[in-house]
């Protein structure tokens, strides 16, 4: 059984377009986690959620939008794609956010935009 | 300010080669946790391990080993005997401990071609 799972695994679109990336963890942890990958492989944390409460939104663009319907999912929605979201995107998850726990990682949605 | 320096972008390597990936980090927290993580070709993130500011006690596990030395701020990583499998992009992050900083800050990536 896949641990942390993501859908769809590549997405390509058209500027302008709404689009969502879905995530589920079954591992039976409290937070979870939206990081970007870029085309030079560089990694950065978006949005953490703990128990469905946002805990961190490091200053993305009001375009993206998580939502978690419960602990074990967390959802990423984003209006009006652009070119520059191009990109890898990765849900993690982890026990705890107090103790700084392991996150471990989906294996990523490539979404490309034309 | 939290910050992850990989200085080596690329590394080659033949198999059977010792090979050591470099990360050196910034914190101004005492309390503060490091990882490394793997992203093979097939663009997975694994995690390889995870150690405490407090535990400066050396790792190894299998053909992996990791020297955490806190007066250099460094968490390296030496792979023994290097294998083909072993080609990927490796990352060291770091997460400082509390309130609202549970995120990884990630280096930007050390890539190992492993020649046979």
């Known amino acids: 059984d896949t641990a942390v799972s993501q859908t769809p695994k590549y997405l390509v679109t058209q500027m302008g377009n709404d689009k969502s990336i879905k995530c589920e963890q079954n591992?039976?942890?409290?937070?979870m986690y939206w990081y970007k990958q870029d085309s030079k492989k560089f990694l950065k944390i978006m949005f953490s959620?703990?128990?469905?409460?946002?805990?961190i939104n490091e200053t993305v663009p009001n375009r993206f939008s998580p939502k978690s319907p419960d602990k074990a999912h967390l959802n990423l929605h984003i209006n009006s794609l652009e070119l520059g979201d191009s990109a890898v995107y990765f849900c993690?998850?982890?026990?705890?956010?107090?103790?700084?726990?392991?996150?471990?990682f989906g294996p990523g949605t490539r979404l490309t935009v034309l | 300010a939290q910050k992850v320096t990989q200085a080596q972008t690329e590394i080659s390597v033949v198999e059977k080669e010792d090979v050591t990936l470099d990360c050196v980090y910034e914190?101004?927290?005492?309390?503060?946790?490091l990882f490394w993580y793997k992203q093979p070709p097939s663009g997975e993130l694994v995690f390889l391990i995870r150690?405490?500011?407090?535990?400066?006690q050396n790792e190894i596990s299998g053909r992996y080993s990791w020297n955490f030395q806190k007066s250099t701020s460094s968490f390296n990583f030496t792979i023994t005997a290097s294998q083909v499998v072993d080609s990927a992009v490796y990352f060291c992050?770091?997460?400082?401990?509390?309130?609202?900083?549970?995120?990884?800050?990630f280096g930007t990536g050390t890539r190992l071609q492993v020649f046979p």
């Open positions: 150690r405490n500011s407090f535990d400066e």
């Open positions: 993690a998850s982890s026990p705890d956010w107090i103790d700084t726990d392991t996150q471990y």
């Open positions: 591992l039976g942890h409290d937070t």
């Open positions: 914190t101004r927290d005492t309390t503060y946790y």
């Open positions: 992050a770091l997460s400082e401990a509390g309130y609202n900083t549970d995120k990884l800050i």
């Open positions: 959620y703990n128990n469905k409460e946002l805990i």
